[in-house]
C-alpha cells in the first residue's frame, strides 16, 4: 500500500496515552508543533512529485518509558530532568505518523508483548511466526526487553529493528566478540546489529544514522519582529537543573556576564531559590517549552556552562535568534576521563558542550571560547552585545527536513535483504605493486556506476546511498574517517565501505604492498606506510568510520551530502 501525509494529529494523540507527566509533556509539545508539521507534510508532498511510499507497519516500543526499566525519566519531567529524549520520542513518533505509515505504540512490556503476538510471561516463549511489523523502533532497554520476551526469535528479526540511541554506538563497541576481546566492552552495546541501525540525536559518527528531532522554525514576520525586539544586554543561561550550576571557576565568568548582561535562569525549584543560583539572577523556575521559546525571543545571548551536553535548548535559542556561547574543551571530554560518558559504547571525544553547534552552524550564531580565559570570554561577550544575527535553524532540524529524512531511511535503508556478495577477493602475498609515494589524501571520483569495474565485481544497482556518491580518499596516519572525510568537505558513508574493501581500490591508490592480508580489526580496510602492510576487512559489521590507529592510514569511502541535511547524499531522494 501507498503512504498517504497525514496532517491530522488526533488519532496519534490518542495513541500516546495518559497519566505520567512524559506523556503529557510529550502530547503538548505535539499539539503546539502540529501546525508546523501539516505545512512541513504539505511541502515535502510536493517536493516527492508522486514518488511511490510504501506504507510500513511500524511498531514503536519506548523502552525508557516502560514501568520494567523502572522509567526514571517521567517523574522528572516537572523537576529540571532530561527532556531531550522526550522531545525527540514525541518528533519521532510525529514524523512516522505524518509520513502516513501504520503505527502501532507501546509503552509497556505488557503492550510489546500483546503487539507482537508473544504469550505473556518471561523468555520461554518465542515468536513463531512471522513479525507483525515491517519495523520497530525501540531503544536500549526496549531491545534488551525484547531479547528477555522473544527468546531466540529476535536474532531473526533484528534486521528490522532501529535502535534510538542518543549519544551513538560505534561498530567495534556493537561486535560482541570483538568488543568482549579488544576492550570495547560497555554496558550498551554488544548487539551485532547493523551499526546503521542506531539512530542518533545528532549527526555524531556517521557510522549510525542521524535520526534528529526539530526545532520551531519561524516565518519572516515573526523572525522581523524577534529582531526588532531584542534585548542587547539580556543572557539566559542554559541549565534547568540546579546541579548544572556547580560549575568549578563558574563564579568568575558569570562575573563578567553581569558585568554586562542581566542573566536569567530557568532553573528547577522547589520552595526555595537554590544556592548554587547566585542571587544577581533572575530565576523564572523551570518554563513549559512555548514560555522559554518567549524568553529566548528577547534574550540576546543563550550561555552554556559546559553541562547538558548536546541537547536541543541551544538549537531552539539559535533559532529564536540568540548567540549560543560555550566553553571549548581541553582536553575534550570522552569515555575515557568523563564520568557522564563513561560506558557509553563511543571513542567519541567531545571538544565543547555542544559540538554540533560548533561545527555545523558556527559564527555568528555559535561561540565556542576557553572559559578559564577571562580575556577572551570578556571579548567574546562584548561581541556578542554588538553583533546582529538572524534566527537560524538548520534544515535537517525543521519538520520538513526531518520528515524528509526519515522518509528517505524508511524507503531506502534495508538490512534484510542479503547484501550483494561481500569479497575481499582474490587474497595473496605480494600485492598490488607501482606507482608513487602517497601523499596527501587522495581521491578517485566515480562519476556514475560504470566506472565501477574496479570495485570487486559488484554491482551495486539498488545500493542506497547511490553509488554515484561515493569519493574514495586517504586517512592521514592516526586519522579516522570521519575526520578525514569531512576535511575534505564529504562525509564518511559506511555504506560504501563493500565497494572500497578490495585489492582494485588499493591499486587505484597507488599504495605500496608487500602484503594483503584480511583481518577482523575495525580499522581495515588501511595500510601501513612504512611497513608496506595492507589490510583488508573481514568482517562486515566492524566497518567503522570512527576507528583510527597512529600507524595506519584508512581507505575511506566518503560521499557527498545535501547542504543542510547531512544524511542524505544529493541522488539519496
Ligand atoms: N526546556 C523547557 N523548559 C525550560 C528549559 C528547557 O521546556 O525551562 C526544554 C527545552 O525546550 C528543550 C528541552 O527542555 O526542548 C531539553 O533541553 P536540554 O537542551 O536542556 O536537554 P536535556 O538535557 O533536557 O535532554
Redesign the pocket.
Known sequence: RQAAFRTDLSVLLDQVGTGKESLS?MKR?IRRLAQQWATAANRLDAKLEQQWRDQKKILVHVGFLTEESGDVFSPKVLK????????QWADILTALHVLGHNLKISMSVKELQGFLGVPPGRGSCPLTGPLPFDLIYTDYHGLQQMKQHMGLSLKRHKCHIRVID?FGTEPAYNHEEYATLHGYRTNWGYWNLNARQYMTMFPHTPDNSFMG?V?EELNETEKRSIQQNKVNNMAVV????ASMWKLQGKESFLQILHRYMEVHG???YETQRPPEVPAFVKN??????H???Q?LRKAKLFIGFG??????????AIANGCIFLQPKFNPPHSSLNHEFFRGKPTSREVFSQHPYAEQYIGRPHVMTVDYNNSVEFDSAIKEIMRTKVEPYLPYEYTCEGMLERVHAYIQHQDFCAPEPPFIPANLSRKGSAGGSRMMGPLFVPLPNTTALGWASNVTAPSAWPPLSSLRLLVSQEGQSCVDACQSAGFICEPAHFRFINNKEALRRLDVQCEVVDSEINHILPAFSVVRQECGLQREPLLFSCAGHSPKYRRLCPCRDFRHGQVALCRDCL
Open positions: 509533556f509539545r529540571g530532568g532530561p527532556l531531550g529524549e522526550m522531545v542518543t528531532f526545532s542554559y541549565g534547568k537543573e530557568t532553573v528547577y523564572h523556575g523551570l518554563l513549559p517549552q514560555e522559554l521559546q524568553l553541562f547538558p551536553y548536546e541537547g536541543p535548548a541551544p538549537l531552539e
